[in-house]
């Protein structure tokens, strides 16, 4: 069986759009996995400590025939290869990719939570995932869209394409 799943990027460290870039195509070459399309890039200002540069944002939206954890264990491969750095808690980071929906799956373990915990405050991958899919809801139906409009606004700026690498 395939499974829509939904991935934000993120980085803010060593050229950020160019970290989402290789992200985006070390995620075409999954296993059991084709991506079905990739959003738009978005410079946001940095959620948590404000010391640090302003990121880079997007999200993918892969079909998927891999279970969750196993995604997971992609995802943070694919974080480690790309020399991942993470110089503090809620600090600034080379790439990090989260699973955002894993269809209308509701996962929580230590690993992890599904959909993710802090979605709804965070306008920088509620607006990817709108742009990927107008009509996407939670788990429970409640529209992204709706999520989106009561998110606290943190200042996205689309970049325009001519500025990925
Ligand atoms: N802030 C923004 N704008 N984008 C992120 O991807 C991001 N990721 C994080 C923290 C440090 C919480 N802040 C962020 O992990």
């Given at each position: 069986?395939?499974?829509?799943?939904?991935?934000?990027?993120?980085?803010?460290?060593?050229?950020?759009?160019?970290?989402l870039a290789r992200a985006v195509s070390a995620l075409a070459t999954l296993p059991e996995t084709v991506l079905v399309a990739q959003?738009?890039?978005?410079?946001?200002?940095?959620?948590?400590?404000?010391?640090?540069?302003?990121?880079?944002?997007?999200?993918?939206?892969?079909?998927?025939?891999?279970?969750?954890?196993?995604?997971?264990?992609?995802?943070?491969?694919?974080?480690?290869?790309?020399?991942?750095?993470?110089?503090?808690?809620?600090?600034?980071?080379?790439?990090?990719?989260?699973?955002?929906?894993?269809?209308?799956?509701?996962?929580?373990?230590?690993?992890?939570?599904?959909?993710?915990?802090?979605?709804?405050?965070?306008?920088?991958?509620?607006?990817?995932?709108?742009?990927?899919?107008?009509?996407?809801?939670?788990?429970?139906?409640?529209?992204?869209?709706?999520?989106?409009?009561?998110?606290?606004?943190?200042?996205?700026?689309?970049?325009?394409?001519?500025?990925?690498?």
């Amino acid at each position: 069986m395939m499974t829509d799943a939904f991935i934000g990027l993120g980085s803010n460290l060593k050229e950020p759009a160019a970290q989402l870039a290789r992200a985006v195509s070390a995620l075409a070459t999954l296993p059991e996995t084709v991506l079905v399309a990739q959003s738009p890039f978005y410079a946001s200002r940095p959620v948590g400590p404000q010391d640090q540069p302003d990121f880079v944002n997007g999200a993918v939206w892969l079909r998927t025939s891999l279970r969750p954890h196993r995604l997971l264990d992609e995802l943070q491969r694919i974080e480690q290869k790309h020399g991942r750095e993470r110089l503090r808690h809620w600090g600034p980071r080379t790439l990090d990719l989260d699973v955002l929906l894993f269809g209308t799956q509701v996962l929580d373990d230590e690993r992890l939570t599904v959909p993710h915990r802090e979605l709804a405050n965070r306008d920088f991958a509620l607006q990817p995932l709108l742009d990927l899919k107008a009509d996407l809801a939670l788990p429970d139906g409640t529209p992204i869209a709706e999520l989106r409009n009561q998110c606290p606004d943190n200042g996205l700026r689309k970049l325009p394409p001519a500025d990925y690498p």
